[in-house]
């Protein structure tokens, strides 16, 4: 009975959903994990500098599904901020990954580390697929809520700062002059505009102001379970 005032593309984009979130969060820990075992993660150059298949493949993901889903979210039926809010999500997350879609792309640090935040989507996108199945188990509901509350405290709210810290710390660094030289032009352009670093945090101010439904809605499922 949930899911009945929903329009067609609204079901559709949630259907889509369950298989795209994990996907994309697979995908980013999978990017994460190679650029760790590969060693290129460890200093400010190697950061910039950083790029691997498999962290390739989540930045093209990623990037395509966003500007895609950017008309999406604008067709689909719904209060016209939270449309706003969603494409400007997609568009200021989109940002920090352009110097990976570049053919001469760098920096696939940045973009995997910040896309490890993917994993929030999962449960995210339960809470309107359990709505569209009808799903009122407690316990169910509200594992789910305390996932979501949790995973979003942890890779958003902890995460973006310590990004932020780590990118400030090496960008205004010492080593930057040397790393920006090294780097293609269009990446190197791309990092003294600071365009990552203000789409950083653009997605934790977001965060931010959607924790606050979320934290409610996580606490309103477990009072319903215990």
Known sequence: EGG???????????????????????????????LWATGQWDTPTK????????SRRFIFLYFCHS?????VSCAKSGPASYKLCM??????????????????????????????????????NNV?????????????????????WLSWIVFRLCLFPAWLWLYISDRYGPEWPSISAALPPFVAALHRTAIPLVATVLLLALSLHWFAPIHRGFVKALARAL
């Not at 500007?67 to 008309?71: D, F, G, I, T, W």
Request: neutral net charge.
């Open 47 to 54: 950061r910039f500098t950083s790029r691997s298949p498999a």
């Open 4 to 34: 009945h005032g929903m329009d067609f593309l609204n079901r559709m984009d949630i259907v889509h959903h369950a298989v795209y979130a994990p996907v994309v969060a697979y995908m980013a820990f999978a990017g994460a994990a190679e």
């Open 128 to 148: 309107y697929l359990f709505k569209l199945l009808g799903v009122s188990h407690r316990t169910l509901l509200a594992t789910n809520g305390a996932c979501l």
């Open 87 to 124: 494409v400007a999500h997609h568009m200021v997350s989109s940002a920090l990954f352009l110097g990976g879609v570049d053919g001469g792309g760098s920096g696939h640090f940045w973009a995997v580390m910040d896309g490890l935040c993917e994993i929030t989507g999962v449960f995210l």
């Open 67 to 71: 500007v895609l889903h950017s008309a």
